[in-house]
């Protein structure tokens, strides 16, 4: 019997759900992953966005490694993952689905469901499409294909792609910034004193490398790409059908609700759901999603 004021911690259940931090070689590029759960359970896929990394489901990732093999990459050019310049590697999103698609067969990820945010949303979306027979399920938080779901806000990037010029470029610069960062991850929060510092502001640091600016300047033009390939999205969902759950924080300032209602439009079956949040809703509602994220993956 444990002595009376001490907790016995099932040793075995830690280890399965603690999170390692490791490095992939994908073709020569290293891709920094956090990987938790057992091998042999279902795959899941976390897929961050910008201007984050794979540290955003800090706190998901916990909730969920009792179930489920889960790897979170940080993209090529965030976080702890190679960035090498822009003469080095073209920062488009094909090429970052290209090194993302290789780093799921390097770690053994040959059927899984994925978890697409923002960014993530046109990465795993472009996986989807090279890969239908991969993809067990899809969990949309805040990620868009649908042109209904993209606010005003993308009005400064929609100028930028109209007309690539120094000064549409320049400014949108004020997007990189701490205060831009920061109201990101408030805006629309019920509670501002609930979203830790610690997400935005290592978000930050990775966003004042050297050469980083340029490289996330590089991704807003090439956005238009992941546009262009809506109808494309689209179509796989009709044609495949695979089960998916859009769950979104409704005050999100990018992506409207609209654009998680449009799914249900290709994919009558999806389980449409929205959180009293912002963007960045696992800052807020981690312990929501997993559960939601549960329930649907368990069907």
């Not at 290209?98 to 770690?107: H, K, L, N, Y």
Request: net charge negative; charged share 20%.
């Amino acid at each position: 019997m444990p002595q009376s004021g001490y907790i016995n911690i099932d040793s075995e259940s830690v280890i399965m759900t603690a999170t390692t931090y490791r490095r992939a070689d994908v073709d020569g590029f290293k891709v920094f992953y956090r990987e938790a759960g057992q091998p042999g359970r279902p795959k899941l896929l976390l897929l961050h966005g910008f201007p984050s990394a794979g540290h955003m489901f800090r706190d998901l990732i916990p909730k969920l490694a009792d179930r489920f093999h889960i790897v979170a990459p940080d993209l090529p050019g965030f976080g702890q993952s190679d960035l090498p310049g822009r003469d080095e590697f073209g920062y488009t999103f094909d090429n970052l689905a290209s090194v993302i698609d290789r780093f799921t067969e390097v770690v053994g990820f040959d059927r899984y469901a994925v978890y697409v945010f923002d960014y993530g949303a046109p990465t795993g979306f472009r996986l989807a499409l090279a890969h239908p027979e991969r993809i067990t399920g899809i969990i949309s938080q805040n990620g868009n294909a649908y042109e209904e779901g993209l606010s005003d806000g993308w009005n400064p990037i929609r100028a930028y792609w109209q007309d690539p010029s120094e000064a549409n470029r320049l400014a949108l610069r004020t997007l990189l910034t701490l205060d831009s960062t920061v109201w990101q991850y408030t805006h629309g929060v019920r509670d501002t004193d609930s979203v830790s510092p610690d997400g935005y502001s290592l978000d930050v640091f990775y966003l004042q490398r050297p050469g980083a600016d340029e490289i996330q300047l590089d991704l807003f033009g090439d956005y238009q790409s992941n546009v262009a390939l809506y109808p494309a999205f689209q179509e796989y969902f009709r044609k495949h059908q695979p089960p998916f759950l859009a769950i979104w924080g409704k005050h999100d300032p990018y992506f409207l609700p609209a654009g998680a209602e449009a799914f249900r439009r290709d994919l009558p079956k999806a389980e449409v759901r929205f959180l009293d949040t912002g963007h960045f809703a696992l800052e807020t509602h981690a312990g929501e999603i997993a559960d939601a994220i549960r329930n649907f993956l368990a069907l």
